[in-house]
């Protein structure tokens, strides 16, 4: 994919010599400079590290913008999304690029729901991991295991029929492979899929329901797949982007997406979900009081930081937590659960949007903050929520691995600046002192 070239350039000077640098604009009317040249012309290269000023591609899957608290998928706002859309339909959006018809959505659906099923004999692995193993661990490791099955979806330049059988292998099988791993690690058989179930009803069954258990309750199923459909994508974020640079050395997609899943899992990222709970339950075990941990944040000798506060981009709000927060009061209304976590959250997000230190940078709840409640009412346990946070993201995951894949975009390799010491003589053991 190319981006705009426009009319505009930028000048830099440096010791004397001036070059010219393409501005690139998208879409959306953000612009860039283009430096895929300015090491060949000066020898210099630009830092920038945590990436907050660089653009590794060009993009069409969504649009983000954090000043105005904008999110939108191929066009289409979050808000429309979250509310009419379901989570097949949203991944079809988000991979293929446009909302499927009547016939599209049926067989994306059918093809998908007919890929459930774990190969035969994979299940035995889930036995070889010890209790104490994170579910994410399990989830990333066993992604790598599928591939294993599949040697024919390895090509690392897939056909338009291979591509389409990847994607829809990991879209079927991830979340199954999630239910297995979580049924495994309680001692507990397996559920089978079904096929008659929607995505998200579908993964809820399989994780809590078998012989004699009803369907998944509708409430529950609804809150689910907003989740899913708020977190199916956010741009290059950390998980995105390495799916990305993982991606870009022609690696399968199973590696990609499993390196995506150790990069979610991270409590600045992904993980934040489960490190939310962890802080409102331990505020609640030492008596309620949430200034102690607004203090704890503020206070820069100290590493803590205010779970499900602050976002990279977001800086006015985040348009999913207010999403997922009125879904959080409408799950708990109906499912009538009182939890007191919920008061703590309110109390400290209240404490938090009035005090200066948060007020100045900006930092406002993110949808981590809410999602874990939500996802606590709906009976899923707190080290299983960053699994969650993965099964959104898969649509995302995937449209991004295949933007890449078509684009042809080359290894990703981003260079540095020398810091450590300039050459010296290896001196023998004997001579060190
Ligand atoms: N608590 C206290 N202080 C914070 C917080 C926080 N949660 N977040 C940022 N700050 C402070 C920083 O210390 C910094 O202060 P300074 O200017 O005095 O040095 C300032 O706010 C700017 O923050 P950055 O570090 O530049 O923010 P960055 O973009 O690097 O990090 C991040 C963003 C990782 C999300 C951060 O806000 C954070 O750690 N939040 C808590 C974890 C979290 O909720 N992660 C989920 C992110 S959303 C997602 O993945 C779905």
Redesign the pocket.
Known sequence: MTAAASTETAKLSLNGQTIDLPVIIGTEKEKAFEIGKLRDQTGVITMDP?FGNTGSCVSSITFLDGERGVLRYRGIPIEQLAEQATSTETAHLLIYGELPNKRELEQFTQRVSERYALPDGMERFFDAFPKSAHPMAVLSAMITVLSSYYPQLLNPYPTREEMDEIILTLMAKIPTLAAVAYRRSRGLDVVAPRADLGYSANYLNMVFGGPGKKDPDPTIVQAFRQMLILHAD?EQ?CSTSTVRLVGSSRTNAFSSISSGVSALWG????G?NQ??IEMLESIQKGGGDSKKYIAM??D?TSMF????????VYKNFDPRSRIIKKACDQVLAKLGVKDPLLDIAKQLEEAALKDEYFVT?K?YP???FYSGIILRAIGIPTNEFTVIFALGRLPGWLAHWKELVESGQRIGRPRQIYMGPTERPYRPLTQRG
């Open positions: 945590g956010h974020n409590p600045l990222h992904g934040a490190a939310v944040a503020k820069k930081r205010l779970m499900g506060f602050g976002h990279r940078r930092l993110n949808v981590d």
